[in-house]
């Protein structure tokens, strides 16, 4: 991670599935950090089948470059062998801007939460 990075990030697997838990407020470079390690992880996949996790509880918010960061992710996200996402949110407002300006998510097989057991446990049902 960079001086010049905003917002702390920690990526852990489990089986099949990616859990990334975003804290704090992601600049650019933050969000090119965590976007570069989740992409570093599924190319260890290999092509077969996995899930993410998103549990944003901790996280702030993003400047409008980040989330630019965050779309070109999920656009490439969208020619991976993703099969579900699950997003658990911490606040009706992240939520509202991340689902207005994330477009390239609308793609993807995705479901929000409010727990992050009910997004796990449904992750695994996705297989």
Known sequence: MSNISHGIY????HGNTIEVVLSGAFNEFGAIDWTEAVKNIIATYQGKPFAILMDLTQAQGATPEAFDVGERYNEWL???N??????VYGSKVLKDIELSIAKAKKKQHIKNFDDIEQARIWLQSQF
Do not use: C, E, G, R
Not at 10 to 13: A, F, H, N, R
Not at 82 to 87: I, S, T, W
């Open 10 to 13: 920690k990526i852990t697997q």
């Open 82 to 87: 993703l099969v579900a996402k699950a997003v």
């Open 78 to 80: 969208n020619t991976q």
